[in-house]
C-alpha cells in the first residue's frame, strides 16, 4: 500500500520526502520494490528446499513426521534446519502419521433402522421420584468369561471354561 502510494507521486515529490512523511525509512521502499523483481534468497532457497522435502517424502511413504524428514534431508547432503522443516511442511500442508491413538468406532448405526421415540425431548430431569426412568442396554460378552479379582495381597484368576 505505502510502495504504490511512493510510485504515484514520486516523480512530483521524490521518494526520501515521501518517506519522511510517512515516517518509513527509504531502504524499506527499496527493499520492497527490489522483492517485487526477484524474490528474496530466504525464498528462492524456501522454494528449492520445498521441493525436495517433498520428494523426501514421498519416498518415504508419507509416513515422516519433521524429525524423520529433516534427518532424511541431512543424511541426503542438504544444509537445513529442523525447525526450518517443520515450518515448510506447514506451508506445504503435509503432515507424518501420528502415533496417538485413533477413535475407535465400535458400533455401526444401520441408516434404514426405526429409532425409539424421544418422549422427554431429551429432557432427563425428573422433580420427584419415580417420574422419569431412562435406561440403555449393551451386551457385553467377557473374553472366554474370564474374571479377574484384585485382593490386598494376592491375585486371584478365575476362569470358567
Not at 514421498?58 to 515422516?64: D, L, M, P, S
Not at 426405526?114 to 422419569?132: E, G, I, M, S, Y
Amino acid at each position: 500500500m505505502i510502495v504504490g502510494f511512493v510510485d504515484e507521486h514520486r516523480d512530483e515529490l521524490g521518494v526520501e520526502p515521501i518517506c519522511r512523511a510517512l515516517q518509513v525509512a527509504p531502504s524499506t521502499y527499496y527493499a520492497a520494490k527490489g522483492r517485487e523483481v526477484a524474490p528474496s534468497t530466504h525464498a528462492a532457497r524456501d522454494a528449492v528446499m520445498m521441493q525436495v522435502l517433498m520428494v523426501l517424502w514421498v519416498a518415504n511413504r508419507k509416513v515422516y513426521g519433521a524429525h524423520k524428514l529433516w534427518k532424511a534431508a541431512r543424511q541426503a547432503g542438504h544444509e537445513i534446519g529442523r525447525d526450518q522443516v517443520a515450518r515448510l511442511m506447514r506451508d506445504l500442508g503435509i503432515e507424518g502419521i501420528s502415533r496417538r491413538r485413533k477413535k475407535v468406532f465400535t458400533t455401526v448405526a444401520y441408516p434404514d433402522a426405526t429409532r425409539a421415540p424421544d418422549l422427554v425431548n431429551r429432557n432427563f430431569t425428573a422433580t420427584a421420584p419415580n417420574q422419569l426412568w431412562v435406561t440403555d442396554l449393551e451386551r457385553h460378552e467377557a473374553f472366554l468369561n474370564r474374571a479377574v479379582v484384585k485382593g490386598h495381597r494376592l491375585r486371584v484368576v478365575a476362569a470358567a471354561w
